[in-house]
């Protein structure tokens, strides 16, 4: 977007030096789709923790239980930033699509680790990490056949650049989340 608005600047600076009744147009301008793709990942962000917050609330009645995945959201979305920022990614329309999609699959991923995890320790009276442990597998193969489509096409070669930046998007919130709910917050 910068560079964008660099280049506009720089039209109207040298614009005065035109022969007369020459001017110049701008013919796809992508820099409003930007602002309104990053417009709606903050929105989606906003709904999705309060969404967080409030069904595990509802089902769990446990205020720390929920604090988990309401706190795990934003923490792994930097995560999410910062290997787009460690892969050279800039920020565009492909990318906040990706971003938005990795939302979706971390709030799934929170509540259904967090519940799981609430039942098996009020069932069989385990300790956090001892009810993590025996839904490791499962919650494993069920985050992995989530994003099938990112490990795959890791491989595969791309006529563009464009489809490896969302893969690393979406792709990145998995290790960041996988055991974090319940190892480091759940005491």
Known sequence: ?????????????????FPHGLEYKVAYETTSFVKAS????VK?????????FLVMYLFLQN???????????????????????????????LTMFAVVLAI???????????ENVERIMSEEGLSPREA???????????ADRLSPWCYRRYLCRWPSSAAPPARSTANSR?????RWYCRCWWR
């Open 1 to 17: 977007m910068a560079t964008a608005e660099r280049v506009i600047s720089r039209l109207n600076e040298l614009s005065q030096y």
């Open 38 to 41: 990053i417009t709606d990942v």
């Open 44 to 52: 989606t962000l906003l709904e999705a923790i309060a969404l967080v």
């Open 63 to 93: 205020f720390r239980a929920t604090l988990i995945p309401t706190i795990a959201v934003p923490v792994v979305l930097m995560g999410t930033f910062a290997v787009l920022y460690a892969c050279g990614y800039s920020i565009n329309t």
């Open 104 to 114: 979706g699959l971390l709030v799934d991923d929170a509540i259904v680790v967090v």
């Open 132 to 142: 993590d442990a025996k839904i490791n597998g499962a919650d494993s193969g069920r």
């Open 174 to 178: 998995l290790p960041s989340s996988r």
